[in-house]
């Protein structure tokens, strides 16, 4: 599958996400939510099968097995939770999905050249860690935010606004310069 095709495949996916939450967000549209959730990560499944650069029946074997126990544990929470504690779940898998990213990050930085983020010098590209530094960023305040906001919603944490010690340091004002 060529690079292009590839990205224009999960240019789709994300499409789909973007709709599936859009859908996600009212009862009425709930159902399409969700249908547009299955299709985006089943088209990204096959993105991805198809990118395996020598993929063996091994390789498919323990994605299968991954796909097979991840979903299971989600039909047996989606089975067992009740509808009164959906926010805290929504916030749990929300910060697994931010988790995900910085661990993706992480990898692309130790493995540069299974990510094909190699310039010809040997270094990664410098829109390749741009691109990474945000992903990591955004995926760590990701996690940080929904872990509180599962606590919070959960009862383990208070809801009062969360203080940083010397936060007056950080958003005071710089006197402007009087020209």
Known sequence: ??????????????????????????????????????IGMTI???????????PS??????????????????YT???????TAMPQLVAAFHSLVGLAACFVAVAA??????????????????QSLIELSLGLAIGMVTFAGSIIAFAKLNGNMSGAPIMLPARHLLTSRSPSPSW
């Open 77 to 83: 929470v989606a089975q067992r939770i009740e509808m």
């Open 1 to 38: 599958m060529s690079t292009n095709l590839a990205a224009l495949g999960y240019l789709i996916a994300a499409v789909c996400f973007i709709l599936a939450l859009r859908g996600l967000s009212s009862p009425a549209t709930s159902r399409a939510g969700n249908r547009n959730g299955m």
């Open 109 to 126: 930085i130790y493995t540069p050249s299974a990510y094909g983020i190699l310039a010809d010098d040997g270094n990664i590209h410098i």
């Open 57 to 74: 029946a091994l390789a498919y074997l323990l994605i299968l097995v991954a796909i097979v126990i991840g979903g299971g544990i989600g």
């Open 44 to 54: 990204a499944i096959l993105v991805s099968l198809m990118l395996l650069p020598h």
